[in-house]
């Protein structure tokens, strides 16, 4: 399977451009672990969304982190996503999005209230059948500590969905890696270093996740527990 992801547009026909970045990554973290917490796609926003990110150490009052996380919702609100299925000589195609209806997914600064968020929006029935279809347990804990590092927030949940099913020793290699997560990187030899770096700090709060890593060669994924403890999978349950 393949997902395209294509940006929006504006009343002026003008692209808006594609959600990029930790604080996109963490906003959508948010919408899903709602969704499939109380398993309805009609997203709360308001204050608690607003106290999630700070939680998460996004400051969402003032200031260009305030701009940043206004920028990304916009966008997030408006991608296009198309999912390419191909068996055989026959493609499935099926256009989606992430959100259907969002009035605005942004608020406004007010000097007596805060951070202003729309009451709710409601996610894309497609995007939504597919998060309660592939949920992945992941430590908001965990998040919190990576959520600057857009790489790192990507390969723990990668880490944390892979672990969740893995039965045996899995080898990845480099050039696969470099297909997945390197698409910023011109060559694989810039990318190596970063995406260890990225490893290594996903790993710092995944310390059960035994990866391990060869030069030349690439990760060899090996069987273990899961991100968040089985009796805490029901309370911390979100998808990757």
Not at 78 to 100: I, K, P, S, Y
Not at 153 to 173: C, G, H, K, Q
Request: hydrophobic share 40%; charged share 20%; aromatic share 8%.
């Amino acid at each position: 399977m393949k997902l395209l992801v294509e940006s929006g547009r504006d009343g002026n026909a003008e692209l808006i451009g594609l959600p990029y970045g930790a604080k996109a990554r963490m906003i959508l973290i948010y919408l899903q672990t709602q969704a499939v917490r109380f398993d309805r796609r009609e997203i709360e926003l308001g204050r608690s969304m607003r106290s999630w990110l700070s939680a998460m150490g996004i400051a969402t009052v003032g200031g260009m982190t305030y701009k940043q996380v206004i920028e990304q919702a916009k966008r997030i609100s408006a991608c296009r996503l198309t999912f390419l299925t191909r068996q055989d000589d026959v493609e499935l195609r099926q256009n989606g999005a992430f959100v259907d209806q969002a009035i605005s997914l942004f608020g406004s600064v007010d000097g007596r209230q805060g951070l202003l968020w729309q009451d709710s929006v409601t996610l894309n029935e497609l995007f939504f059948r597919s998060l309660k279809k592939h949920p992945v347990p992941i430590s908001e804990n965990a998040l919190k500590h990576i959520s600057s590092s857009s790489l790192a927030i990507d390969v723990y949940i990668w880490l944390t969905y892979r672990m969740n099913v893995l039965e045996s020793a899995t080898p990845i290699s480099w050039p696969a890696l470099f297909a997945q997560f390197g698409s910023n990187f011109g060559k694989l030899s810039h990318f190596k270093p970063t995406f260890l770096d990225a490893l290594r700090l996903a790993m710092s709060v995944y310390p059960d996740a035994q990866v391990q890593v060869d030069s030349q060669k690439g990760l060899t994924l090996l069987p273990s527990r899961p991100a968040v403890p089985n009796k805490e999978q029901g309370r911390l349950k979100a998808a990757g």
